[in-house]
């Protein structure tokens, strides 16, 4: 046996100079000698050790995947494709740490994996799937060499990485099997991870470049460098590129870098990555649904094209903008035939000279709606597009604000049925069934105008209307009954109040109720984490306006009542109000959260006044600073354990 962890420890170096430092130090044939009498050994004792080599090799094909619940959540990316979104992020970042400092890494084009260490042995490597729970690949992983088996680390580890095929490995795959070549480096690498068959994976040759660390159960790192140093000190492989930036120009000039050089190596990617470095400030600035709030991922790869712009014409929204749209010849771009593409406001289409007639450059990525960037050549019949002085769908007088064009009519219609759409929509009040096409017939054919009108419809409102039967009528109006129950964050985000979206819309319904958001000052909605003074002016507007109020009551009297979802009134935080700033050692800060709310407690994401609790972890900021001067009382990490009864 002594011999057996000796062959493995001299094999496994080997392999690691090999394969992650890419610096071999014995010949293949000096590693096979070595690896055939470890299997010898193997097959004498019949024991494998965990950190054995052998383990690699594909085995047999598996049934199907099972699921595998990550410890904790691995999240996607947020992303930027213009140097404003990435402006915007640093703001974002100041607000809560006016000094961070920034990670600057490749964005790579392949399979998120997750992979588990216990006691310092492999255990496990599923993928990322939602974010919750993946998909174990274990089987598939084991057929990978640039991962160790064994490492110093002896508590619970989750690391994160890509797993990727370079393309000069695609290419040799794709010249020995002619017949069945792969078409990118991407999807091949997720074919060969969510292969079923392992041998199949190990033909492909993927590998997984690691970036992150998930979790910690002992001693977790405090910064984005502190990962990597560890990531590289316990083996795993890791791409060379990576910057700590001090300002915001720092991390252009290390994007403007990836740029340039992306297109010289030998993996697809697709951008740079943007990260906090510091762990305490990505605590403070915490996570949206989907996205961390401290991080973003800066796009390159779109698909581009050019086109001839045939005509424009302006589309009204809910808030009255009007929006350029170009009819252009129709062009392939990212797998769909483009017919249409924005110019986002008149002062881009001035900006990019933009004429009817003239050709120009299309971009579409993933789904985002398709962008003309601007104009490669004129013809002598080039038009230049004419700003419109009246409103195109109503003829109201053109309010110009900035690059942008809004309709002076609060009631033009096409901005009053998008303001239903958003009403109706799933995010918001989810009244099932009403699509574009049904509100602009109860517009045009019932006088459906404003929110409360939709609760004043009845079956008899819909007779002589086309492709309106029986039962579609009753799933409609049972949809719009069941509405008027709606959790309050859903309806603030609904009722369409400028700079509010989703997230926002939850800050504000931990105020209680819709009257108590109504109250609030502006000073009041600014000390929000996610509002901004543009924002909190629109809130005061939106309360401010005497037809909004009449509309809300007259939604009340339809019986709409929008609700807080219930918690729980017992329990060592019940009718506490508390914000956790710093690091905990013990708990993340989403599970600590869930925990005080399971014991009646109400999580706010930042200090107010209605805050009755802090809990401040190592390296506690301003949220500290602003309890003490607030006078509210401060427990530490200990005393939260405590009251949640995990002391130990």
Same mark, same amino acid.
């Given at each position: 046996?002594?011999?057996?962890?000796?062959?493995?420890?001299?094999?496994?170096?080997?392999?690691?100079?090999?394969?992650?430092?890419?610096?071999?130090?014995?010949?293949?044939?000096?590693?096979?000698?070595?690896?055939?009498?470890?299997?010898?050994?193997?097959?004498?004792?019949?024991?494998?050790?965990?950190?054995?080599?052998?383990?690699?090799?594909?085995?047999?094909?598996?049934?199907?995947?099972?699921?595998?619940?990550?410890?904790?959540?691995?999240?996607?990316?947020?992303?930027?494709?213009?140097?404003?979104?990435?402006?915007?992020?640093?703001?974002?970042?100041?607000?809560?740490?006016?000094?961070?400092?920034?990670?600057?890494?490749y964005k790579f084009d392949g399979l998120t994996m997750c992979l588990t260490y216990e006691n310092g042995a492999f255990v496990r490597a599923s993928t990322r799937g939602n974010g919750v729970e993946g998909e174990d690949v274990t089987a598939q992983a084991l057929t990978v060499k640039s991962f160790p088996l064994k490492i110093k680390y002896k508590g619970t580890l989750e690391v994160r990485g890509e797993a990727v095929i370079r393309l000069s490995a695609l290419e040799k795959y794709n010249e020995a099997h002619p017949e069945e070549p792969l078409k990118n480096a991407r999807n091949a690498a997720a074919g060969a991870i969510r292969n079923l068959d392992p041998k199949v994976t190990?033909?492909?040759?993927?590998?997984?470049?690691?970036?992150?660390?998930?979790?910690?159960?002992?001693?977790?790192?405090?910064?984005?460098?502190?990962?990597?140093?560890?990531?590289?000190?316990?083996?795993?492989?890791?791409?060379?590129?990576?910057?700590?930036?001090?300002?915001?120009?720092?991390?252009?000039?290390?994007?403007?870098?990836?740029?340039?050089?992306?297109?010289?190596?030998? %993996?697809?990617?697709? $951008? /740079?990555? !943007? +990260?906090?470095?510091?762990?305490?400030?990505?605590?403070?600035?915490?996570?949206? =649904?989907?996205?961390?709030?401290?991080?973003?991922?800066?796009?390159?790869?779109?698909?581009?094209?050019?086109?001839?712009?045939?005509?424009?014409?302006?589309?009204?929204?809910?808030?009255?903008?009007?929006?350029?749209?170009?009819?252009?010849?129709? %062009?392939?771009?990212? $797998? /769909?035939? !483009? +017919?249409?593409?924005?110019?986002?406001?008149?002062?881009?289409?001035?900006?990019? =000279?933009?004429?009817?007639?003239?050709?120009?450059?299309?971009?579409?990525?993933?789904?985002?709606?398709?962008?003309?960037?601007?104009?490669?050549?004129?013809?002598?019949?080039?038009?230049?597009?004419?700003?419109?002085?009246?409103?195109?769908?109503?003829?109201?007088?053109?309010?110009?604000?900035?690059?942008?064009?809004?309709?002076?009519?609060?009631?033009?219609?096409?901005?009053?049925?998008?303001?239903?759409?958003?009403?109706?929509?799933?995010?918001?009040?989810?009244?099932?069934?009403?699509?574009?096409?049904?509100?602009?017939?109860?517009?045009?054919?019932?006088?459906?105008?404003?929110?409360?009108?939709?609760?004043?419809?009845?079956?008899?409102?819909?007779?002589?209307?086309?492709?309106?039967?029986?039962?579609?009528?009753?799933?409609?109006?049972?949809?719009?009954?069941?509405?008027?129950?709606i959790p309050l964050d859903r309806f603030l985000y609904a009722i369409g109040i400028g700079g509010i979206g989703r997230v926002a819309s939850r800050d504000l319904a931990a105020f209680g109720s819709v009257e108590a958001v109504a109250a609030l000052t502006e000073e009041q909605l600014i000390a929000l984490e996610n509002i901004g003074e543009i924002t909190a002016k629109a809130i005061v507007g939106y309360f401010s306006d005497e037809e909004n109020r009449e509309e809300l009551n007259r939604l009340a009297e339809s019986g709409v009542t929008p609700f807080v979802k219930e918690k729980a009134k017992t329990g060592a935080f019940a009718g506490e109000f508390v914000v956790l700033t710093?690091?905990?050692?013990?708990?993340?800060?989403?599970?600590?959260?869930?925990?005080?709310?399971?014991?009646?407690?109400?999580?706010?994401?930042?200090?107010?006044?209605?805050?009755?609790?802090?809990?401040?972890?190592?390296?506690?900021?301003?949220?500290?600073?602003?309890?003490?001067?607030?006078?509210?009382?401060?427990?530490?990490?200990?005393?939260?354990?405590?009251?949640?009864?995990?002391?130990?």
């Amino acid at each position: 046996m002594d011999r057996m962890h000796e062959l493995c420890e001299i094999l496994n170096k080997w392999a690691h100079e090999y394969y992650v430092l890419d610096n071999p130090s014995v010949s293949d044939r000096e590693y096979d000698k070595l690896y055939d009498e470890l299997r010898a050994l193997e097959r004498e004792s019949g024991t494998v050790l965990p950190e054995s080599p052998t383990r690699r090799v594909g085995g047999e094909p598996v049934k199907g995947f099972q699921r595998h619940t990550h410890i904790a959540r691995l999240y996607s990316l947020d992303k930027a494709v213009t140097e404003d979104e990435l402006s915007a992020f640093f703001t974002r970042v100041q607000k809560a740490d006016e000094g961070a400092e920034y990670t600057v890494e490749y964005k790579f084009d392949g399979l998120t994996m997750c992979l588990t260490y216990e006691n310092g042995a492999f255990v496990r490597a599923s993928t990322r799937g939602n974010g919750v729970e993946g998909e174990d690949v274990t089987a598939q992983a084991l057929t990978v060499k640039s991962f160790p088996l064994k490492i110093k680390y002896k508590g619970t580890l989750e690391v994160r990485g890509e797993a990727v095929i370079r393309l000069s490995a695609l290419e040799k795959y794709n010249e020995a099997h002619p017949e069945e070549p792969l078409k990118n480096a991407r999807n091949a690498a997720a074919g060969a991870i969510r292969n079923l068959d392992p041998k199949v994976t190990a033909t492909r040759n993927p590998e997984i470049l690691f970036y992150d660390i998930n979790y910690m159960s002992e001693n977790p790192v405090q910064s984005q460098t502190e990962a990597m140093e560890f990531l590289r000190r316990e083996g795993f492989k890791t791409y060379p590129y990576f910057r700590l930036c001090k300002t915001g120009e720092d991390v252009q000039a290390a994007i403007d870098e990836i740029e340039i050089e992306r297109k010289k190596i030998d %993996v697809l990617t697709d $951008g /740079a990555v !943007v +990260k906090v470095n510091s762990e305490t400030t990505r605590a403070e600035m915490g996570h949206t =649904d989907k996205f961390p709030r401290w991080a973003i991922a800066y796009k390159f790869e779109a698909e581009e094209a050019e086109s001839v712009v045939k005509k424009v014409f302006w589309q009204v929204g809910r808030t009255g903008k009007l929006t350029p749209l170009a009819e252009i010849e129709p %062009v392939e771009l990212a $797998g /769909a035939t !483009v +017919k249409r593409a924005t110019l986002n406001n008149f002062g881009d289409l001035t900006r990019k =000279d933009v004429k009817i007639g003239s050709r120009v450059m299309v971009r579409r990525s993933n789904e985002v709606i398709p962008e003309i960037l601007g104009a490669v050549s004129h013809t002598e019949g080039s038009i230049p597009v004419e700003k419109p002085c009246l409103c195109p769908a109503c003829g109201s007088a053109v309010n110009e604000v900035g690059a942008n064009l809004f309709c002076s009519n609060e009631e033009c219609p096409p901005r009053v049925v998008q303001k239903l759409v958003h009403y109706c929509s799933k995010n918001a009040m989810d009244v099932e069934g009403m699509s574009d096409q049904t509100i602009t017939l109860l517009y045009e054919k019932c006088g459906v105008r404003r929110f409360s009108d939709l609760y004043a419809l009845k079956a008899e409102d819909f007779e002589g209307l086309e492709g309106f039967k029986e039962k579609k009528i009753n799933n409609l109006l049972s949809s719009v009954e069941k509405s008027k129950h709606i959790p309050l964050d859903r309806f603030l985000y609904a009722i369409g109040i400028g700079g509010i979206g989703r997230v926002a819309s939850r800050d504000l319904a931990a105020f209680g109720s819709v009257e108590a958001v109504a109250a609030l000052t502006e000073e009041q909605l600014i000390a929000l984490e996610n509002i901004g003074e543009i924002t909190a002016k629109a809130i005061v507007g939106y309360f401010s306006d005497e037809e909004n109020r009449e509309e809300l009551n007259r939604l009340a009297e339809s019986g709409v009542t929008p609700f807080v979802k219930e918690k729980a009134k017992t329990g060592a935080f019940a009718g506490e109000f508390v914000v956790l700033t710093g690091s905990l050692s013990s708990l993340t800060r989403p599970e600590a959260q869930k925990l005080i709310e399971e014991q009646g407690g109400t999580a706010q994401s930042t200090v107010t006044q209605k805050t009755t609790l802090v809990v401040a972890g190592e390296s506690a900021g301003s949220k500290l600073d602003k309890a003490k001067k607030l006078n509210i009382p401060v427990i530490g990490e200990e005393e939260l354990l405590l009251r949640l009864g995990r002391n130990q």
